[in-house]
């Protein structure tokens, strides 16, 4: 059902970006735009209700008499050639949704337009998610505002984990470890390729992924103190707390997890609805969940830290932005007003997700642990480092290579000196 928002952007995407852009200097809305007309929102995937689509229609065609809204879905399999292409061209949609890590590839290269302060400050300003709206900054503008984040949370079936769950990261790894050496399941389930769940024991042990050198230059810190205490905890779960492919992937996590083959499981919290899929699909390409078994009783956590309380963890997610080309920025405005309006940010926290205010996360559903745990653990999330060219380091799969000849065992220094150096050399090329 849903799929995680982390799309990582293909090089050469990155390349027709730098090329492509919109070189104008001028908004199409400089002139005042026209009055009405049809305003094209492009949203990805299928997170957003049909209850807060219903409300953005209606809602906008009401505040402006005249003109219509149309909302375009978009897949997030090809989504940033798509993107490139379209937001370039003369045909170029309002308002679109993108992957909070694809956001600076697109606000580097001009394709958004700009948000002013006083208009930052009228959609939420200090109250959005500080770390979306870093995500969708530039050169110390706003392009790309928060639309919603996924927090990662640590699910568990009382049918098979006894007991409560760990108070710091020590523990977590420990209990994972026993119900591995019990010879039941996995104590958890670690692909070796996942490195999305990596990131929270770098920053808890003190290490970091990159940050920016009084030179300017990035420098990569796998290979810091914290970073390698990080990477042997992580490689001490994949080799002896894990029976996940070494080479495996996040997905589909709810396969296994719908076997009684995984004690805990660490994802985005919209897994659970891929968890209580029905057992049997009513799609040939539909994939079966677990909501008369393992799924009836789901439980969550928020993955603890270092020294207790909820980890820093990876938050996936979305921002929305209006198209640098789009003819009319008024009425593409008054769509996004909407998008992060109280009214319709608690459409989305009432699903479950994390909405784009601060102030409404208590709007995300908490009577059990599940939405407990995902506005817990979203408190602290942090996003990766702030650069268009991080989207190279994901197409060049450095993480889920190196990762992977963790789970194979390989030596954690050599590995950690390894992702430093194509890190660097990414980001400073």
Known sequence: MRKNRLVAVTAAASMTLAMGACASGADAADDGGPSTGEVRVWLVGTDTP??????????????????TLVIEEQSWDGLVDKYTTALAGSDAPDVVEVGNTQASAFTSNGYFSEITADEFEELGGSDLLPGFVEAGDWE???????????????????????????????????????????????????PGQDWYNALPFIWENGGYIAEPADDGSWEAGFSTPGGIAGLTQIQDLMLNASNAPADGQETDLQVPFCEGKIGYLSAPTWIQWSINAPEEPESDDGVPG???????????????????????VFAGGSNIAIAKKSEQRDLAYSALKIMLSDEYQSIIAGIGLIPAKVS???????E????AAGVEAAAGAKLTPATPKWADVEAQNVLQTQFTRLANGDDVEQVAADIDSQIESILNG
């Open 368 to 371: 059990n642990s599940i939405g």
């Open 50 to 67: 049909d209850e807060a689509r219903d409300y953005l229609k209606t809602t906008f065609e009401e505040q402006n008499e005249g003109s």
């Open 290 to 312: 677990c909501g008369s078994t393992y799924g009836g009783d789901l439980e969550a956590f928020a993955l603890p830290g270092k020294d207790g309380g909820a980890a820093q």
């Open 360 to 366: 409404l996360s208590g709007d995300v559903p908490q």
């Open 140 to 190: 110390g503008a706003h392009y790309a505002l928060p639309y919603y984040a996924g927090s990662r949370a640590v699910f568990y079936s009382p049918q098979l984990v006894d007991g409560e769950p760990p108070a710091t990261l020590d523990e977590y790894v420990d209990a994972a470890k026993d119900m591995y050496k019990k010879g039941k399941f996995s104590g958890m389930w670690w």
